[in-house]
């Protein structure tokens, strides 16, 4: 097996799980809106200033097709955080099929991206944190009949 398909396959099984536990616990949904953001825009900073085969800024050699593609791709990575704004999942499904979608399309190209993409998958799963209840009160006590 290829480091590729090892690094196509992981990565989107292992936002599998986390977003598997995510929907369990409040506190990883809470955690998994931000990843995604972070390393796709570390990813594009990468990519802007050091990246590439010969330690060149591996954007600038793109066309404006593909520089449109990388800007999609790293704006779709925001998804999970309009999710936990708007209080659904739909923007962060709706990231996760596009951003499927365009890493088949272009898979060598968009492979540093597939980790960025399966936090998204992640957070679609487990679907947005919510809001906090405050702290618990004691119940009343029960009056006798």
Same mark, same amino acid.
């Given at each position: 097996m290829t480091l590729l398909a090892v690094w196509m396959a992981g990565f989107p099984v292992l936002g599998v #799980? &986390?977003?598997i536990v995510g929907a369990s616990f409040?506190? +990883?949904?809470?955690v998994l809106v931000w990843p995604a953001a972070v390393y796709s825009a570390g990813v594009l900073v990468y990519g802007l200033f050091a990246g590439g085969p010969n330690r060149s800024a591996y954007i600038a050699n793109l066309d404006v097709m593909a520089v449109g593609v990388v +800007?999609? +791709?790293t704006v779709? $990575?925001? &998804?999970? #955080?309009? $999710?936990a704004r708007v209080s659904s999942r739909a923007p962060s499904v709706v990231a996760t099929i596009v951003l499927g979608l365009l890493i088949l399309s272009f898979t060598l190209g968009l492979a540093p991206w597939v980790p960025a993409a399966s936090c998204v998958l992640a957070a679609a799963i487990a679907g947005p944190p919510g809001k906090a209840r405050g702290a618990p009160t004691p119940e &009343?006590?029960?009056e006798k009949r």
């Open positions: #799980i &986390a977003g409040r506190r +990883v949904r809470q +800007v999609v +791709v779709l $990575s925001l &998804a999970p #955080i309009l $999710s &009343a006590p029960r």
